[in-house]
């Protein structure tokens, strides 16, 4: 039984999910806990990674991290006494993640997470908390990268449990590049064969305090003076950034944009997003997952927070950490604009190790040789 609840989780659960389909003694499951909602935060990755309905839908909705958390639970501990699996499978850090593992945990049902041990060692971060919980009840562990596998060593977990399996994210932008180059969304904002930058925002400490957005959009309104700067904002930090009455930005709505300027926009769907991406010159960001598309495509990216739990983006990829100052990032990005203008080719990307598109068929064969008893496994809860 596989979990998705917010946005970042379909692309890693969807090329599980084609890979189990492709096995006739497996009998996968999905369920979406409802943690993200609207069409273009959830309906849209499902249709775009080609993912059927789920199986369930738990309709949590909004709420505080509590009520959102202990609902659920609630939810999918009732929904696990009806229909019972063998295995629950968890991705990443969000609510939903750890609210299915803490469930499964304690029915005694064997729990693997997918993109195990990251740790941004910030524990003001709602994710890294999740992290940390999860990975301490599962009992297989798939990891991402290097640092993952040494995190989860320090932490005391067996090695037994843990298998470094490569990025499923990766699998999921490899099979969508191809059909994210029809996107018309570039075209439509007049981008193509231009240079333009791309904007995302959502971490609670970059958009839940009035005083750090305004200085943030600040800054970032003087890049987009040499630069047009597409915003697709999530639906908090729009709301956030209404409320706040924030208007340094301009609001898209439709047709090309002029030669400068931030433009703010709804979410993008995957294969907009993607292609945006794979065409920017430079990419600010706040979020986990993007950090790593940017190193696939080899997109510089400006990571704005202090830490990062995907280490491998900055000593393989085009990843820059650079803090939460506003003129840290102004004077980076400023840089990264003038290598540009430059004319500085681009290094060929490096890719991390196993970043291949071939994560989910690893997955799956360990998950059949563990079951059948044919590879040993320190999960307590596994078949021996
Ligand atoms: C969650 C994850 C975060 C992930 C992000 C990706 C946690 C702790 N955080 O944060 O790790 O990077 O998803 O987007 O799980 N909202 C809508 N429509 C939706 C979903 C949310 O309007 O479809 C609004 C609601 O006002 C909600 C707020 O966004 O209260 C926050 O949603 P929530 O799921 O609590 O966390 P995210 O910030 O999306």
Redesign the pocket.
Known sequence: MSIV????NMMKVAPLLAEMRRHEDLEPVLVHTG????Y???QVFFDQLGVPPPDYNLDV???T?YA?TAEIMRKFGELVQLDRPDMVVVA??????IACALVAAKERIPVAHLEAGLRSFDRSM??EI?RILTDAVADLLFTTEESANQNLANEGIETGKVFFVGNLMIDSLVSALKVARQSPLGSELGLDGKPYAVLTL???SNVDNEDQLRRTLDAIVEVAQHIPIVFPA???TA?NIEAARLTAMKTWTGGPLSNSGLWMMPPASYLDFLDLTQHAVMVITD???VQEETTFLGVPCLTYRDTTERPVTVSMGTNRVVGCDPQQLLLNALEVLEDVQQGHARSAPSRPPLWDGRTASRIVRILKQVWEGDLACAGERLPR
């Open positions: 609840g917010a946005r970042p943690q993200h909602y609207d273009s935060m959830s909705g909004s709420g991290h959102q990443g850090d969000v609510n939903s993640t709602p994710e999740n959502h971490r609670p999530h639906p908090r709301r979020s986990g997952g």
